[in-house]
């Protein structure tokens, strides 16, 4: 049931296009997980340094990012992060920086957390969790605003056979 505080959340689908606004990179398809606390992106040679500098490439290795972030420089460094425990749907706990990005879903633009993974072998490189998407948006499990054929075009994703989508 629709409550009057709704009214101003945006519905989104289960995946979606994000865009990092800082570095210019737009319609990165993003899995949307109602079951996840944290977001998630992909991100590899993550460094901390004895400064506490944090340094880390975004999207890079990641199978459909590779067109995506070929001119652009997605090395960042900061000291803004901290350090998080996860745990997956197995139980399985490991500990991760968090960072914070901003980024524009849908029609809106705001800085949100997202730890560092190696979402390398996932079909999508960010995950959408539920403190990035509490209170700004509904999901709408039966929506995607990326559909499985126009990733499977673009990137050459092929995905687990889904008995739901007959295929």
Known sequence: MLRKKDFHKV???RSEGLSIVDLDISDIPAKTDTGAYRSAIH?????LNK??????ILL???PICGTMTTDINTEMTTTNFKEVWI???FGHREKRFEVKLRVKLGPKVFTAPFTLA???KKNYPVLL???LLSDRFLVDSAESSLSRARLKQKYGISFPKDEEEGR
Not at 43 to 47: M, P, S, T
């Open 118 to 120: 190696d979402r390398s």
């Open 87 to 89: 745990a997956n749907s």
């Open 51 to 56: 400064e506490g500098t944090l340094s880390f």
């Open 11 to 13: 519905i989104i689908g």
């Open 129 to 131: 969790g539920r403190k």
């Open 60 to 62: 890079n290795g990641h």
């Open 43 to 47: 991100a590899d040679k993550v460094k």
